[in-house]
């Protein structure tokens, strides 16, 4: 019998002060006898948080701390680099996304483990096996191996901007079209479809909006239980695609128009509010119930109409109609009923007035 081998992240903690946060990292260091570490940050406000947890771990052992300046390729670079002369035995990024991604595909080049500690939860890169580089003017999404440990600072990202926390909801919430999507890719026996990876992804979607949205009539909180239950389909996401060996599970016709809008109109919002829109638009070509999401989508702050992220419906119509073109081989419904021009105005105008 063939058994796959895949990693999944071996410590989870949610912190409710810096002091626990700085405990938990400590003590799993402990545990795995680390005696050699190092902190990636970027600039801005994250960098005190990095300081301050460099400044308490290594009253134990060796660290460094290495402040870089923007997630691109030659950053990833610049710490292969630094990680080759320094020989860290862990490396930890600090973030909200953009360096978080530097630092774990710098660590899966260098081969060191990266423990990931995530400063808000706007998308599902706090813990999957993809980095989302930059790379000139194109985004290339690069795999890397799965975080080995993440250490989530709850008192940060309760504290994040709400819209971040949003935009995560919208990300999670995307698994539901990619996995349709992933399916008519597998009936037209273009893909492997993986049960396991599927059901996976499909849970940990359904794990905020089912339970969420049966109850739900006025505008959801963030609170503390919120944000755990988001965070864990965020890692769940990321463990669907290890599970796959690709992000497909999460990652379908929705991400295609997010990926055309920020070719077309140089990324007007977040990511997972772009995704919203995409999401809105898959399910209803997939014949989902898309006007029970656009319910919930108000409910959790992500926008509900395209002129919500200042584009007009024009711009929308011609980011459906790009979208195709963003990821050439990953077949979606937007292939299946090969949309053009004039349906893709048909669909704006039956979604928006
Ligand atoms: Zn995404």
């Not at 953009?98 to 899966?108: F, H, R, T």
């Not at 998308?123 to 690069?142: E, Q, W």
């Amino acid at each position: 019998m063939y058994l796959r081998k895949i990693s999944v992240p071996s410590h989870l903690r949610f912190a409710s002060s810096f002091k626990e946060l700085s405990d938990n990292i400590d003590e799993v260091l402990c545990q795995n006898s680390y005696k050699r570490f190092l902190i990636v940050s970027g600039r801005g406000s994250v960098r005190r948080v990095a300081k301050k947890l460099f400044d308490s771990l290594s009253k134990r052992r060796k660290g460094e701390l290495l402040v870089l300046e923007a997630n691109s390729m030659a950053t990833v670079k610049d710490l292969a680099d630094f990680a080759k002369k320094y020989k860290p035995e862990l490396i930890i990024g600090t973030g909200g996304g953009k360096i978080l991604d530097v630092a774990k595909l710098g660590a899966s080049k260098s081969k060191i483990p990266f423990f990931s500690v995530p400063t808000q939860v706007s998308h599902d890169g706090i813990s999957s096996p993809v980095a989302i580089i930059k790379d000139g003017n194109k985004t290339l999404s690069l795999g890397a191996a799965i975080p080995k440990g993440v250490f989530v600072p709850l008192y940060l990202v309760k504290k994040a901007s709400a819209r971040s926390t949003s935009s995560g909801v919208g990300d999670l919430l995307s698994n539901i079209t990619a996995v349709r999507d992933w399916q008519l890719a597998a009936e037209k026996g273009m893909e492997e479809y993986d049960d396991y990876a599927a059901i996976v992804a499909h849970t940990a979607a359904n794990s905020i909006y089912t339970s969420y949205n049966n109850y739900a009539s006025s505008k959801i909180d963030f609170t503390e239980d919120f944000i755990i239950r988001l965070v864990e389909g965020l890692i769940l996401s990321g463990v669907a695609m290890e599970i796959s060996g690709n992000s497909r599970p999460c990652s379908g016709s929705e991400h295609k128009i997010s990926h055309a809008i920020d070719a077309l109109f140089n990324s007007p919002a977040l990511h997972g509010e772009q995704v919203a829109l995409g999401i809105l638009i898959s399910l209803y070509l997939q014949g989902g119930d898309y006007e029970k999401m656009r319910k919930f989508f108000s409910l959790v702050g992500l926008p509900v109409h395209p002129k919500e992220i200042g584009l007009t419906k024009t711009q929308l119509v011609e980011a459906v109609c790009y979208a195709p073109q963003t990821r050439p081989g990953r077949y979606t419904i937007l292939e299946k009923k090969n949309i053009k021009k004039r349906q893709a105005v048909e669909i704006v105008n039956n979604l928006w007035d």
